[in-house]
């Protein structure tokens, strides 16, 4: 196994490798996962709404 000291200096060169987002772009990709969350949400509401209305009407017959 090897050292720790090995692992932390290899993890380091990984990670100065890494292309990080700029700030433009991590807006970009906020504004679009919350766009997806909120879509998602209403179409369950509507779709636990809906639901809850046919289990309903099947009780009433």
């Not at 700030?23 to 766009?35: G, I, N, T, W």
């Amino acid at each position: 196994m090897a050292s720790p000291k090995k692992f932390f200096s290899n993890v380091f060169k990984e990670m100065k490798k890494v292309r990080w987002p700029k700030r433009k772009e991590m807006v970009k990709y906020s504004f679009a996962v919350l766009a997806c969350i909120i879509v998602l949400s209403i179409f369950f509401v509507f779709s636990d709404m809906i639901i809850a209305g046919i289990k309903i009407l099947l009780e009433m017959i």
